[in-house]
């Protein structure tokens, strides 16, 4: 096939790392091959000669409109792809002069050619399993959800649970959210727990608040709401108050539910353009299951798992740190949860929600904890993710962050700000200085418009501040923080570029992003996050092949239509992952 040894024509892109070098072709064109910066751990040796002799990909794309998203070639017709990355970027004469025996060519016909999508905030085992074994209550109205719960609880031995998950209560046509009398009504006799997608709060029946041994006289929990009106339970819950319900719940899954909880999300991920998927906050079952996903071949994305508060002490304990792992599997920060949430508006601010004067939302942990936590963190190598939503919330985060790094300086610790949901000049500087990520919700401004009035429009230009953070030059992540939001990116660019809702509403106009801004976001800032913008995040010679392709360019379609450009192929290290 080829003289060269494999080795050492990867090592090309390794070795030549800023280097540039070009490959004549026999019609006398060029195309570019350069090197990559490399993985940090580096890739291999190589001369960063003799590119052009005998290079036979095992991909190559022709014919495409290629948004490389890198700024020395932002476009360009084809690539090459060999042994999962990228080999050469140029025109479609200049790659097709690299087909060789064996290579297989994929001719886009005029389509469009991405990056592949990262989503730096989701939750997808948890998403998966739930979608493999609670009843899906992300449905239009009472009757449906009743209906849904019902026909789970005939099939359900009586006393056992039912459970629920991805309620909205903004989109439901009664008009008015589910309450406990409504579970009464369709499922008596089992205790129901009806999550909200965004998960900071649920809605529960009678037979549940028995069984949790919780009555209208119990007082909330610290920073948590049992809700109550005219002296009755209502039903919803919020923070801490779900702690107990929870606790008492079927462990909800065995390790192969778990491992088929990934593959389901992997193939719903690949299908809408997702390469790089951050998991937010998993214990160490997660990581047994993308692990086990990944060696049956299941595994779709490349994961970076932020370990939870139960999963970080063990691997504190080990002298494992962020940053362990492969370009599969990886070990990002340990993630800790300071407030509330923006969709479920419970986020603590410094001014309250619209129409309810004394309500500024819910704070999770003390400055204290937050400044513990993150010191422990800091100073033993870790990246860390603090879920801040609110203006208040995300002042003491930074502040813990700046006390750190002055008591203890390190160098490049990109520790994140999970949410960032509502910022401020004074805010944005402070992120902008330490060097802070932050990760808003990227899909929020279209897809929950309903609950932005109780923000009201001069909020909503502060939040979600895509706008600000890019004139800040912060380099700002994209999230979709599913199940609490759409995962598709094609979802996300246009809520970013648009600000409008489902009902045409505009929420922030200061806010709104080009095109182009809202892909780098959802490409490589989403690879910075990770530490691993020289690895991915555009289609540059040296760089992984991940990469997506699209029925159309989404600088072309009207923005309102963005989410419905097709994703007609993902692909992930060369290997198709999903096809249309
Ligand atoms: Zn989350």
Redesign the pocket.
Known sequence: MTDMTRGAFIGLGAAAAAATATIATARGASATVRGSASSREGSGTGTGQGAASGMVPDLVVTNSRVLTGDAQQPLAEAFAVDRGRFIAVGSTDEVSNLIGLGTKVIDASGMCVTPGFVDA???PLWGGLAALISVDTNLGSIQRIQDALSARARETEPGKWVVGFMYDDTKLSEGRPLDRRDLDEAVPDHPVFVGHRG?HTAVVNSAAFDAAGITVDTPDPRGGTIYRDSGELTGRLAGPALDPFQALLPDPSSREQRQAAVKLISELMSATGLTSVHA??VGSDAFIAFQDARAAGELGFRANLFANANAYPSFRASGIRSGLGDEWLRLGPVKY?ADGSASERTMRMSTPYMGRADDYGILYMSQEEIHEAVEDAHRAGWQVAV?ANGDVTIDMVLQAYERVQQLWPRDDTRHRI??CSLVNPDLLQRIKSGGVIPAPFYTYAHFHGHKWVEYGQQKMEWMFAHNSFLEYDIPVAP?S?WT?GPFEPLMAIQSMVTRKDYDGRVWGPSQRISVDQALKICTMHGAYASFEENLKGSISAGKLADFAMLGADPHDVDPDSIKEIPVVRTVVGGITRWEA
Request: aromatic content about 0%.
């Open positions: 905030h989701s939750h998960g937010a906050g949860a879920h999970e949410h999230a923080d609490p």
